[in-house]
């Protein structure tokens, strides 16, 4: 199993300039998560999804939008880029089941942005 | 908000035990404890839960005081490659959609 994985691994943009990230996991998990990570910062939530079809924000969603049309992907779109979403971005995914040990979220190895 | 308090850092030494606090003060009855680590910048990696007894796994163990406001994970004999941010979370059992990382304490493994 290839676990997470995300796409691209880095990226330069221009500010205005669109983009798309895209994560797969193959492990049949229901939830999807999209975070980003500032220098020095913990990570925040932007959007996830608790099954195929379904999106929702989290706590830092403004500037994103997310689609989730087959339950192994989840798509993080940049419409318009600011210098302000430079900045290092995971996802993560996971089962979700009536077992705690089930519920760990798995990581991906994480997309570097910049925007110029 | 986050719901727990860390450390920003901590140093140990190496071969030596490293007991990393949190403070959860207002966790519910029906939120576990998860530990996470992020080596330099890789994603991170799950560690190890619990919900009010003490847990042990192949990385670390896990202590919960009895009333639950806090708790000590203690990697026993840390290495260089233990050198990473550790996070301490609370959620409830499963599908909990609230997931809210933290800094995080930053630990030093010294040679």
């Known amino acids: 199993n290839a676990g997470v994985t995300q796409t691209p691994k880095f990226r330069v943009l221009k500010t205005g300039q669109s983009m798309t990230l895209l994560c797969a996991q193959d492990?049949?998990?229901?939830?999807m998560y999209w975070y980003r990570q500032d220098p020095g910062m913990g990570l925040r939530l932007i959007h996830y999804s608790v099954g195929e079809g379904t999106t929702a924000k989290g706590e830092v969603p403004d500037g994103y939008n997310v689609s989730r049309l087959k339950k192994q992907n989840f798509l993080l779109g940049l419409e318009s880029a600011a210098p302000s979403q430079t900045s290092v971005y995971f996802c993560?995914?996971?089962?979700?089941?009536?077992?705690?040990?089930?519920?760990?979220?798995?990581f991906g190895p994480g997309t570097r942005l910049t925007v110029l | 908000d986050a719901k727990t308090t860390q450390p920003t850092s901590m140093d140990c030494a190496e071969g030596r035990a490293a007991n990393l606090p949190c403070n959860h003060s207002?966790?519910?009855?029906?939120?576990?404890v998860y530990w996470y680590r992020q080596i330099h910048s890789q994603g991170p990696q799950y560690i190890i839960h619990?919900?009010?007894n003490n847990e042990t796994n192949e990385m670390a163990s896990l202590i919960i005081t009895e009333d639950r406001k806090s708790s000590t994970l203690i990697l026993p004999h840390a290495t260089l490659r233990d050198t990473a941010v550790y996070y301490c979370?609370?959620?409830?059992?499963?599908?909990?959609?609230?997931?809210?990382f933290g800094k995080g304490t930053r630990l030093h493994i010294l040679p």
């Open positions: 993560a995914s996971s089962y979700e089941s009536g077992t705690p040990r089930y519920n760990e979220q798995f």
């Open positions: 207002t966790i519910s009855g029906n939120e576990y």
């Open positions: 492990m049949n998990h229901e939830y």
């Open positions: 619990g919900l009010k």
């Open positions: 979370i609370v959620r409830v059992a499963y599908r909990d959609d609230k997931i809210i």
